[in-house]
């Protein structure tokens, strides 16, 4: 079976995933909001409740974004890291004013240091177009996005955005699209770079919280996803109008219905809420 956990950390990300081989994948991490009595999800927490003990195969960091590496810091003491998957990006922060936003400087010394590791973690740059090793396409997993040219682009522009993972995930005949914090010039660049019907998915994961500014509406339309789930937070809305529209079925958010599961088996494909938002 594979399971897809999208869990409601607030304003970031973080997807959790079990392969049917039985590797663990986090993708993103943020723990930023998580406090006492707050009804957040708390990453580390949730690992243990679940997936205690268990390494993680692979920890992807869709782009160098704190809301999407909060909590990187507990998650590396905590657990073992095979693999790290990473962008050749260039992005510096302002250490001393880390706080303000509520992230933790732990956490941004702690990818450094990940990011110059050659095992446990070991760093992995792959992008868009690059041969699968054995290890990823055996858990049908392809990467969209981004390419190496986008990643160039970031840099220059210092828009970070436009070096987001975009991912895909299959199983019995189930897709599922993971959107990152992709730009719209981001979904174009994947679009013409890969065959027709290669971005058709059941459920999509809408890049950057569901923000009307990262929408490519002539891509989006290829994908025609059943679900949409958007990681979002109270104080925040996602464009409702585009998304109810785009999903075929349903829009989960998870600042409305908490963490949201997918299992997909031979005799099980459901997707269900936990509401905890």
């Avoid at 933790?104 to 446990?120: G, K, L, P, V």
Wanted: hydrophobic share 30%; proline share 5%.
């Amino acid at each position: 079976m594979l399971k897809v956990h999208f869990l409601n950390v607030g304003k970031g990300n973080c997807v959790v995933a079990k392969f049917p081989l039985g590797r663990l994948a986090v993708i993103d991490i943020d723990n930023s909001k998580v406090e006492v009595d707050n009804p957040l999800q708390d990453p580390i927490e949730f690992l243990n409740k679940n997936y205690p003990d268990e390494p993680i195969f692979r920890f992807v960091l869709t782009h160098p974004d704190m809301d999407h590496m909060s909590g990187l810091d507990e998650l590396y003491r905590s657990r073992t890291i095979t693999n790290f998957w990473d962008t050749n990006n260039n992005k510096t922060v302002d250490r001393t004013k880390m706080d303000l936003g509520g992230y933790c400087r732990a956490d941004w010394d702690r990818y450094q240091q990940m990011r110059n590791s050659r095992e446990s973690p070991k760093v992995l740059r792959i992008y868009q177009g690059d041969d699968p090793d054995q290890f990823w396409n055996e858990d049908n997993l392809r990467i969209l996005g981004p390419s190496r040219k986008m990643v160039e682009k970031a840099n220059v522009t210092e828009e970070y955005n436009h070096c987001s993972y975009v991912l895909m995930l299959k199983h019995e005949g189930i897709k599922i699209l993971l959107g990152g914090d992709a730009t719209p010039e981001s979904w174009r660049e994947i679009r013409d770079n890969h065959e027709a019907g290669a971005l058709a998915a059941n459920i999509f994961l809408a890049p950057h919280h569901g923000s009307s500014a990262n929408i490519e509406k002539d891509v989006f339309k290829e994908i025609d996803p059943q679900y949409v789930v958007i990681s979002d937070h109270y104080g925040h809305s996602h464009d409702y109008n585009y998304y109810n529209n785009l999903a075929n079925d349903q829009v989960y958010s998870t600042k409305h219905f908490g963490n949201i599961t997918v299992e997909v088996s031979q005799s099980v494909k459901r997707i269900y809420p936990e509401r905890n938002g």
